[in-house]
């Protein structure tokens, strides 16, 4: 048993080490221009990518999802709270993945776990990025398969641990666009190392949903069909300014998940009025294929500036912009530099990220102006001349 002494100690020490979080409380809804403790301030960190978190046509599909259908959804799926608004979306999510069906999640941790657990356990092995997002690294852990990491992006190590010989079921998982870096997989490398070496391949397209590929679909979905990734995942609170998650695959698959899947069996279905929110994101995401285009050429116009004025930027060509300062203090200081002029920047410090890679983690959105991005490149070019005039970070 810890006691109590044992928390406080875990507590003092994660300060110390300049670890310690603390939510910053916002008195707005989510946005570009959001309201934080009592100041207006500029948003570079949200994954609202497309800017439809707050929009007006989403929160009266909520009202009017709620007066159709209520509140809460009162039970699990295979009890009785499926609803038809549950069940559209989860048709709809298939179609824009180009799969035969999807089945729907309450989060993109539980669809993870969901993914990785109702497939492989004792005796199984799970090869991982070792950048993979917590809830896919948790669910193999969790699954009581032997877990396999592999460096980043490094598919010739992967190559190497496939290799060995192994009895059980194998399973290869990777994000799509990593969450803390911004780069993708490659997707079809990973195509090509699970069929040659007979492991299943699981990828997690949270940041991709909504922003890649053909129509939004993502990453994976048009262009890498069912039999490539047979397990897709993605989530509704990011670029779709919604809620929830999914499993997308053959109708098999799904069919599996609905009947094994503990994470979808033993939990509330998530409002129907919720599942409203994401069909209106979805029709928005196809009317309006300029939000996707926009979000680009900030992605570009961005990159260009930053690389111009030699600011440490990561290499990514999505809407997660990291700025690499390595150090936590450093991290700490330009976030907090840039909040005392109205510019909300997170620090992204271990364990979300190696030792010695703190980060800003600058997100871009559609419903940046130029304007406003100028704003935040002319804090950091500022930033990063008054340390190379060795001005104290006091
Ligand atoms: C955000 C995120 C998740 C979790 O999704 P939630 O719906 O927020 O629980 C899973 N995977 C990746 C890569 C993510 O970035």
């Known amino acids: 048993m810890p006691s109590l002494a044992d928390l406080k100690q875990a507590l003092d020490l994660r300060r110390e080490e300049q670890l310690w979080r603390k939510a910053p409380l916002l008195e707005s809804a989510q946005g570009v221009l959001i309201q934080l403790e009592g100041q207006e301030v500029i948003n570079f960190c949200s994954n609202d990518y497309l800017g439809l978190a707050a929009d007006p046509r989403l929160e009266e599909a909520l009202i009017q999802g709620a007066r159709r259908w209520g509140t809460g959804s009162g039970a699990s ?5 499926h609803q038809s608004p549950h069940q559209q979306l989860e048709e709809e999510l298939a179609k824009l993945t180009g799969r035969q069906a999807a089945l729907t999640f309450s989060s993109g941790y539980l669809a993870n776990l969901a993914a990785v657990q109702t497939f492989v356990g004792r005796g199984d092995q799970v090869f991982q990025d070792r950048l993979n997002h917590a809830s896919l690294l948790d669910a193999g852990l969790a699954s009581g398969a032997a877990s396999r990491r592999f460096q980043h992006r490094d598919y010739q190590q992967l190559e190497g641990l496939l290799k060995a010989p192994t009895k059980g079921r194998r399973l290869l998982v990777s994000d799509g666009v990593f969450s803390m870096d911004g780069d993708q997989a490659d997707i079809q490398q990973l195509v090509t190392l699970a069929e040659k070496h007979q492991a299943w391949l699981l990828i997690d397209d949270a940041h991709g949903l909504g922003v890649l590929g053909e129509a939004g679909g993502g990453l994976v979905g048009q262009q890498f069909s069912s039999e490539q990734v047979p397990l897709l995942t993605g989530t509704l609170g990011k670029a779709l300014g919604s809620a929830g998650a999914f499993i997308a695959g053959d109708q098999l698959v799904i069919d599996y998940l609905r009947q094994f899947a503990r994470q979808y069996i033993y939990t509330t ?3 129907a009025a919720q599942a409203c929110v994401t069909l209106r ?4 995401l196809q009317e309006e294929p300029e939000r996707r285009r926009q979000v680009f050429n900030n992605i570009a116009y961005f990159r260009d500036q930053a690389l111009a004025a030699g600011l440490p930027l990561m290499a990514s ?3 997660i912009q990291p700025l690499l300062l390595e150090t936590n203090e ?3 200081h330009w976030s907090q530099a840039l909040k005392a002029q109205g510019l909300l920047v997170m620090a992204i410090r271990p364990p979300t990220v190696p030792k010695g890679s ?3 983690r600058i997100t871009l959105s559609a419903g940046h102006s130029r304007q406003q991005i100028d704003q935040l490149l002319e804090a950091l070019l500022a930033l990063q001349a008054s340390e190379s005039q060795g001005v104290s970070l006091g």
């Open 281 to 284: 994101a979805l029709r928005v």
């Open 269 to 271: 279905a998530q409002p």
């Open 77 to 81: 799926h295979q009890v009785c709270g």
């Open 330 to 332: 450093r991290a700490l």
């Open 358 to 360: 703190a980060r800003l």
């Open 317 to 319: 060509t999505t809407p």
